[in-house]
């Protein structure tokens, strides 16, 4: 079966730290890929997406993904986190049909 | 512009009841996704409209649950005789069209707890 991994169910980083949040599929035909982020008590918000256009990816609040096909990657990285980032982050993949895959979701806490 | 809407935002049911959920897409969305959640889980998928119909109905896990989507806006997720596992959020969300790199605008969600 198809499937979205997401490593890490919680991940820690210092205010001002890289952020690198890890996503792999499985696939041997790149699929369509998404990362969404859910603030508390709010609905998913789409991060980004790759549309082949380009290997790397740039999203809304500085967040940006790169593609690599050799890996089965598309893991979503921040030069440097803000407060504001803490958040749950879902990995997303359409393989075909209507529906997205999404993994289990890494929660991540920024400390002062 | 509103966003999507759900109702009710949370749902205490007993077992062996029926619920209903509702979703309200943004308006002129022709596609329409139910998603569920459990906890520490993440999202399923359920069901898919493209107006009125569903060509794809693939995840829903049991002929318990149903949904049905009216004059292109306003769909309703069913759920029969609730069963405790059918604690979970329900997603909904909607689309302005079905393409591969269509964005799909999620709803805040309806948790529902079945005791």
């Known amino acids: 079966a198809q499937s979205v991994t997401q490593l890490g169910s919680h991940v820690s980083v210092s205010e001002g730290a890289l952020v690198l949040l890890r996503c792999n599929y499985s696939?041997?035909?790149?699929?369509?890929l998404f990362w969404y982020v859910q603030y508390p008590n709010q609905g998913l918000q789409l991060l980004l997406k790759?549309?082949?256009?380009?290997?790397l990816v740039k999203g809304i609040n500085g967040f940006e993904a790169e593609f690599k096909k050799s890996e089965t990657s598309f893991h979503l990285t921040k030069p440097s986190a803000h407060m504001s980032d803490a958040a749950e982050y879902f990995c997303a993949v359409r393989y075909s049909g209507y529906a997205l895959n999404f993994g289990k979701g890494t929660s991540l806490l920024v400390t002062p | 512009g509103a966003g999507v809407s759900q109702s009710p935002s949370n749902k205490v049911t007993e077992k062996g009841k029926d619920v209903e959920l509702r979703c309200d897409p943004i308006?002129?969305?022709?596609?329409l996704y139910w998603y569920r959640q459990r906890l520490g889980q993440g999202l399923e998928f359920l069901i898919y409209f493209q107006g009125n119909s569903a060509p794809d109905k693939s995840g829903l896990p049991s002929d318990r649950f149903s949904a049905e989507r009216t004059g292109e806006s306003v769909s309703t997720l069913t759920i029969q005789r609730t069963q405790q596992e059918d604690s979970a959020v329900y997603l909904c969300?909607?689309?302005?069209?079905?393409?591969?790199?269509?964005?799909?605008?999620f709803g805040p969600g309806t948790r529902l707890t079945v005791l």
């Open positions: 790759y549309t082949s256009a380009a290997t």
């Open positions: 308006s002129g969305h022709t596609a």
């Open positions: 969300a909607s689309s302005l069209r079905e393409d591969k790199y269509n964005e799909q605008f």
């Open positions: 696939s041997s035909v790149p699929p369509y």
